[in-house]
């Protein structure tokens, strides 16, 4: 049966957002693997070991979180885990239709597995990684946004990026 | 751990939408409950006994699935059944907004029930259950949007309606 | 080849909105029959007599126009007028959802029979009978919504409805 | 100068939500005039003189803020008032579509007249009047969704429904 | 009369959804001339010679159907090609809001071209042309999206760009 | 008390969209501050003078409105302006989610801030600055979508660009 689930996404870096995220799915499921993307498309801030590094320091207290590196379809990531689940958060304001389509992709990948949508908390609701990115690099105070090794890892970034 | 979830609705009557969303969730849960709605408030086209036994009948095949009548909050029903997961089909013509309102609203009732939500074939996702009565009611073919027993029964419920 | 297309509604009453559709829909098709809904589940402000007769005289200036009353699927109207085209507005504040339950229930219900959304101008995107007569009701200015006939017999039923 | 904002609604009852947006209006706004509405085609659950003493109870500690009954169009109240604004919250879940018709048609009814969108707090933004009442009916614990005086009337008002 | 209909987009590459609304245009008009952009501020996977032969092979089995290339403005395009009408599908996923701008921005540049929206099937409202190219870049099985030749194209493509 | 508004954006160029939600704002407040931003992270076809300065002669006729360059996060700007009002046109094709995003952000940063959306005319509720600079350069009549002196610079840069 399905107990365990894998939590896909970019983070980069990770908020409170996707920690509410991971506290709840621990509550369904025994074990949550985190699994931190990376495509080759995309352009990260934040490096593939930083990335792990600070989703792992960040979700130490979440027990039954694991974090794992992960290339490829996210389908084939969790046959080989051995689980049907993925989850995703779908904040109030986020992009449904990306979701959606994203989830149904998969679908049509591997048949039997099924995108669950857990919802954060509506004070998490709003957290945009993009625009975290945007006030942390006008030097805003992100410490409500985020914990506080991610906040000092991106003020770092952004001195060092400012100063390029 | 979760085990178990409660799948909440009004079945009014129920539809292969929701036998898929059934089948999905069995796949997730060792055990679904799909909870029938009695609220007060609403105007049902069947009875309460009448939409259990329909929601028995077409579910007999889906292993893990059982099926209860209820009145109250979902939120205490959860924690009678020993679970804090609650299942809501997400249609991509559904209404996002009140299934988020009424997830966030059971939040506050119920701190640690969660909601997830699980999609449905894309096959059942414009399947609007004032639509497939408005169309039965005009005598349509409506064989693909429900089961046999249900079909059946609506028919006969919507020439009771319109002989009188 | 579809060169007549049905536009159904409710008309209740009809507007500069349903107008300006009408409008665009002639300049792609040679005949557009506006067709008046009868819905036994619905409460209608003006009678069939009354929707049919302000249409007719709304339109009259329209040419291409023809408006009939009807009952029952719209997809059996459309066959019996040997078409395959049905006609919908979709305002930029109209309800997608429900237009493509309602599309997409039809093309079940027959297969080839195809929606064919239209856009009114932006002047008429906000349009909704229901604020219409809410505003009729309070005496408003209401000429700007709808021709000079629709006016005069909506105040007239407003005052009838308010004097009971 | 436009010092004074209207700021209509049903107010049935009045919410923590609603509250919310009086608090940030009169940051703005010298004077907020919330208008409680009585509208002949609506079926409220507490009368005109119940909704606007709760109204008038819960708001008590907002200074700046008067409460008045109207009836009519809220764009002659205006008017009647000597502003040009009127005042409506916007929350995350909340019908856009219904508050953009809404305050367009006023704006063809009244061309000076603007309608101001202000955001309550994302812990109110989904809380539905509908369903706090019908959580209010189920005996739900609602104390952190309306003020105690609204919880006791609306506690009050359920049962007396109910025994009917 | 409105007997040929012009139907714009990138199509890089075509999929299943761009063919199922080519089939139902052609149902409704005589003539439906694909018309595969070149926009100077677009970065294309496919060039427009590789854009408009996979189309055209994707397309050969549906009468009715040719293909254009073009550059400028859409509206300009159907007026040299003597309609006045556009086609574009609208998914049940898909960004209303940009189709709607673009068909209110090409009014105002002609205002008598109107924007004729099509339904495609709800097994291809999910598809999206940037989630296809990322799985396809994953090697995925993509058989279900696009035809045969298409599939083998992008393949090659994928291939060609991974070995940079 | 709040006399004095800040309305910021990119204003890459200002059009009549931008104009009217400006005329709106004088109506409501004393002084309308535009607050022309310069985002480092953001590629602007005209520079922060150019845009300086087409903002200023597009809104020279409206009285109240002053214009400054600001970089920064927007709520200290509001602070040094001794105000606590933001203003944000709200289109009904607009992006609510990012507004709603951006609001929340904000409010976060500054607490006592509040975003005040304004609604333009429908007119202008499809006008999308992306959508204007893709028909300015296909060399499209743009004169009812930006004021004389915006549509001569955008021509001179959309030649320059082209020519390149």
Not at 47 to 60: F, G, I, K, P, Y
Not at 135 to 152: G, H, M, N, T
């Amino acid at each position: 049966m399905a107990r365990v689930a894998v939590y896909p996404g970019s983070f980069d870096p990770v908020t409170y957002g996707h920690l509410d995220v991971m506290e709840r799915a621990v509550r369904i499921f025994d074990r949550v693997i985190v699994a931190v993307a990376n495509n080759a498309s995309k352009n990260y801030l934040f490096s593939m070991e930083e990335r792990l590094s600070l989703v792992r320091e960040a979700a130490r207290g979440i027990k039954g979180v694991s974090v794992v590196p992960f290339e490829g379809l996210v389908t084939d990531l969790a046959k080989k885990k051995g689980t049907n689940v993925l989850i995703r958060g779908l904040r109030m304001t986020s992009d449904f239709e990306y979701e959606f389509q994203m989830a149904l992709t998969n679908r049509r990948l591997a048949e039997k597995v099924e995108t669950v949508f857990l919802m954060p908390s509506e004070r998490f609701s709003f957290l945009s990684a993009t625009l975290l990115k945007e006030v942390a690099r006008l030097d805003a105070d992100i410490s409500s946004f985020v914990p506080k090794c991610v906040e000092k890892r991106l003020k770092e970034r952004m001195k060092r990026c400012a100063s390029k």
